[in-house]
């Protein structure tokens, strides 16, 4: 059964005659008071932030003297009090709550200035467990949320960003705010807590090594609001989790007009995908479109293997996403820039070739300080009506694996390389997914299809494209390897892919027909290796 409501309508200006403030991040604090202070309002504050306020000259009375009550408990309790939260919950308008407040001494606080204990810093910053449960903010939720629930009478600030429009406000309304302004502040309090207990919630999920909670919440900031969504007649926003995982989401962008979403979410699939490759090993690039790979390659330079990339699709290259696993240089840019390019993201750029690029106006350049972890652990999270479906990271990486031979023909030392490349490159492209590499590098991809047969002829078909336009004789596939990110059903994909020029191929296995699959290969001569897992990518 609900609360009962009293309906007493909420008035619309209301005057601010006295704040508390109760902050950890500072910034901004001490003019915002200076501000309020003007405006001939009284300010009540807590431990360091009363410090702060009168360091700066001005007039503040500590929160014990409402409540009576020290601050004690090395500060964890402090604005815990009938004092605090009679101030902040009584409903003026209505004659029980005033006659409650007047008998008990509570003054009436109109303005509540908090925002938290930096607990996702604390947890992001690898600190013991002790110190992370320290930095669970109690007294501010409660403020903060009491606040927002009353803001019939009361407006509660969690943003520094919000100051000044508060000030503005009041010199609109002369030191009033009005309901729909109180409202909106309300709002995104309500929104800050969420988020501050769902990166609490989480962190014990995973302390706890809990795979399912029964309750899952997620959290972010938003970073920007979008032009349009996928489409033009779709509205987005960009909201940040917190997770410093190096990518889109935390780089730095150097030049180049605002990313779009679709921008955002290729980015984000080029970054994953040239993670997989070790830049102490070699070079790699990727090129990127509609989140699928259509070239990727190895090279003892960026140059070199950006040209190998190139070479597998130049026609799908155009307007794509360019990533790769070392600082972009000079020549790499150079080459890069010749080909219309939405995005080059990188762990950094030499001033050279952020140079170069900066020519471009609109092309895009991110820097992330470093590369993602294709082996650590994470979550992932896709809508669907009336739900959400989490799963941990696929974080298979092939490097890892027991590969199995399967043939009688074991695959030769340059082919298993090749193979072990195609499948690292399979892991990002959409199922079904078939990938065919020659010499580190993509030869032909096929991505998306409702048929594994098709996919493998879909890139057999683009091979011989990208050979035509190179003036090839034959396509690169002639000779190449093959990955497929799932199981060959029936024996019909490997055998395209045997047309197409294959000579060793790379499966998970575990089809109920896998004798048959074996059969047709060593029946062509073909090496065969079973990885045991798959990589299906929706």
């Known amino acids: ?42 300010l ?45 919950l009584g409903i003026r308008d209505d004659a029980e709550h005033a006659k409650a407040m007047r008998d008990h001494h509570i003054e009436p606080i109109d303005l509540v200035v908090s925002n938290l204990y930096p607990f996702e810093e604390v947890r992001r910053s690898g600190a013991g467990y002790a110190s992370i449960v320290e930095n669970i903010d109690i007294g501010g939720p409660a403020m ?49 807590t969420a988020t501050y207990d769902a990166a609490i919630s989480g962190w014990f999920a995973e302390e706890l ?13 938003l970073d920007q609001v979008m032009r349009y969504g996928e489409n033009p007649h779709q509205n987005a926003g960009f909201y940040l989790s917190g997770d410093k995982r190096p990518g889109v989401a935390t780089a730095k962008q150097l030049q180049g ?23 102490a090993r070699s070079a790699a690039i990727a090129i990127i479109k509609h989140a699928n790979p259509c070239g990727v390659a190895e090279g003892q330079t960026l140059k070199a293997a950006y040209a190998k990339a190139l070479a597998c699709d130049p026609v799908s290259a155009f307007g794509g996403i360019v990533a790769m696993n070392r600082i972009l240089d000079a020549e790499a840019a150079e080459e890069i820039v010749k080909t219309f390019t939405e995005v080059i993201i990188a762990p950094d750029a030499t001033d050279e070739a952020a140079a170069i690029v900066a020519a471009k106006k609109n092309l895009r350049l ?5 590369l993602p972890d294709p082996r650590a652990a994470g979550t992932t999270v896709k809508s669907v009506a009336g739900g959400l479906l989490v799963q941990s990271r696929d974080n298979a ?23 072990k490349f195609a499948f690292r490159v399979a892991k990002h492209v959409k199922s079904n997914a078939i990938v065919y590499a020659r010499d580190g590098a993509t030869v032909g991809i096929g991505a998306g299809q409702m048929s594994r047969v098709d996919s493998s002829r879909i890139a057999a078909r683009k091979a011989l494209d990208a050979a035509g336009t190179a003036g090839l004789a034959a396509p690169l596939t002639k000779g190449s390897v093959v990955a497929s990110d799932a199981f060959f059903p029936f024996a019909d994909g490997l055998l395209s892919a045997i047309e ?39």
Do not use: C
């Open 500 to 538: 197409a020029g294959a000579t060793a191929v790379i499966q998970p296995g575990g089809s109920m027909r896998d004798d048959d699959v074996i059969a047709a290969a060593d029946e062509h001569g073909i090496a065969m290796v079973f990885t045991g897992v798959r990589h299906f990518r929706h």
């Open 44 to 88: 009540v504050s807590t431990g360091g932030t009363a410090k702060t306020i009168a360091e700066a000259g001005l007039a503040v009375r500590d929160v014990s003297e409402l409540t009576g009550f020290p601050e004690i408990m090395d500060g964890r309790v402090k604005t815990l009090h009938p004092s605090v939260h009679g101030a902040l």
């Open 209 to 221: 090594q809990i795979e399912h909670p029964t309750w899952r919440a997620f959290g972010g900031r």
């Open 397 to 419: 990486v092939v490097d890892d694996l027991e590969l199995k031979v399967v043939t009688k023909r074991a695959p030769m030392p340059a082919e298993l390389a090749d193979l």
């Open 144 to 192: 903060i949320r009491a606040s927002a629930k009353n803001h019939a009478y009361v407006a509660i600030v969690t943003d520094p960003a919000d100051y000044a429009s508060v000030v503005n406000a009041l010199e609109m309304n002369l030191g009033s705010l009005s309901l729909d302004f109180r409202k909106k502040l309300a709002a995104k309090a309500f929104a800050r």
């Open 257 to 279: 007009k605002q990313l779009s979403y679709n921008n955002i979410n290729d980015t984000d699939a080029a970054f994953e995908l040239v993670g997989e490759f070790d830049p």
């Open 1 to 42: 059964m609900a609360v009962p409501t009293k309906n007493i309508p909420a008035p619309d200006l209301v005057p601010v005659r006295r704040a508390l403030l109760s902050v950890f991040d500072k910034t901004g604090l001490v003019d915002f008071a200076k501000a309020l202070a003007a405006s001939g309002v009284e």
């Open 366 to 370: 991110l820097v992330t300080g470093g």
